[in-house]
């Protein structure tokens, strides 16, 4: 069974920047991939971004040039660095681990931008 615990999140102004952790119980690049998605009320959830392999990380249209994924393998965490943040970006955020047999989230964090 793979644990996550997500962290990080707040309450931030429009334009301000936060950085959320996903911190797991097993190598983070141990399966497929690491991603952090995000439900915002009464809205489906909705990929942000993404770690596959380890090597290649892609992201949402929606966030691309804002927000970046990062991880450290020696802490098995990834992180999202959100920066420009909008009102928009309100959301519980999960991460995400994909492997061969399944998948696993986390809790979820929540990030409420608002002025």
């Known amino acids: 069974q793979v644990q996550l615990v997500e962290s990080g999140g707040g309450l931030v102004q429009p334009g301000e920047s936060l950085r959320l952790s996903c911190t797991a119980s097993v190598s983070i690049f141990s399966g497929n991939s690491m991603g952090w998605y995000r439900q915002a009320p009464g809205k489906e959830r909705e990929f942000v971004a993404r770690?596959?392999?380890?090597?290649?990380?892609v992201y949402a249209q929606s966030v691309k040039g804002r927000f970046t994924m990062s991880g450290d393998n020696v802490k098995n965490t990834v992180y999202l660095q959100m920066n420009s943040l909008k009102p928009e970006d309100t959301a519980v955020y999960y991460c995400r681990f994909v492997t061969s047999t399944g998948s696993y989230w986390g809790q979820g964090t929540q990030v409420t931008v608002s002025s």
């Open positions: 770690i596959i392999s380890g090597r290649f990380t």
